[in-house]
């Protein structure tokens, strides 16, 4: 039996029948398979501490015009010793409405001590840390960091991933000049390379001619 993914366009929900992501939507792993990925909202391992809807497989799928240009950044970092981590791509519309339903039940608070630890759960909304709609489900996005090849361990960046607060921002100063050094560096080599930066969070980036600039989709990633 085929799977049916739904997609939103120009705000209307569709629906298809197939066993693949849509046109132009790719598996990350096809294009390139070196990049590593510690996908978290596949696991226990993220800020609502389960598994979250629409993540029914532990892989990345991202439009095919962001998967090869992370392809050409990472050719760029293994000559360095270096290699992606991303922890989040394409992300289903119904993930961002789960993380929007489990805003609102506040005494839900699991992985307040690891994740918004300072940020009253009421708040999460208004400090824009959860919204209604991510550049994620557009298919043009990821979470990402950097490793190093030699170690395995991921780069210092003074702030874990997702976690919520100011510490999080790119710039954030009360951090160690190792820890900027390697925000910036990361910063500097995605802008280089077709992406742009999200304000809030120092591992959001965005490819800058993203193909669905205005669409949201909702298949599940499988």
């Known amino acids: 039996m085929k799977t049916v993914f739904f997609f939103i ?29 510690d996908l978290r909202y596949f696991t226990h391992q993220n800020f609502i501490g389960k598994p979250i809807d629409g993540y029914k497989k532990d892989t990345l799928i991202l439009t095919k015009k962001a998967a090869k240009a992370l392809h050409k950044i990472q050719q760029i970092l293994l000559k360095e010793n270096l290699s992606l981590k991303i922890f989040d791509a394409y992300r289903p519309q119904r993930a961002v409405d789960h993380f929007v339903g489990w805003a609102t039940v506040l005494n839900d608070t699991l992985m307040k001590a690891e994740y918004y630890p300072e940020v009253p759960k009421s708040e999460l909304f208004n400090l824009g840390y959860i919204a209604s709609k991510s550049g994620h489900s557009r298919g043009s996005t990821v979470d990402i960091t950097l490793v190093d090849i030699k170690t395995g361990k991921e780069l210092d960046m003074g702030s874990t991933y997702d976690f919520f607060g100011e510490i999080s921002h790119p710039f954030y100063k009360k951090i160690n000049k190792k820890q900027q050094k390697n925000r910036l560096f990361l910063r500097e080599t995605m802008l280089k ?30």
């Open 9 to 37: 366009l120009s705000g209307l929900y569709l629906s298809l029948n197939a066993q693949q992501p849509p046109k132009y939507f790719v598996y990350l792993s096809d294009i390139e398979n070196t990049i590593k990925s």
């Open 193 to 222: 390379n077709g992406f742009k930066p999200y304000a809030n969070e120092w591992w959001h980036f965005t490819l800058k001619k993203e193909p669905f600039p205005t669409t949201y989709f909702n298949f599940p990633i499988e």
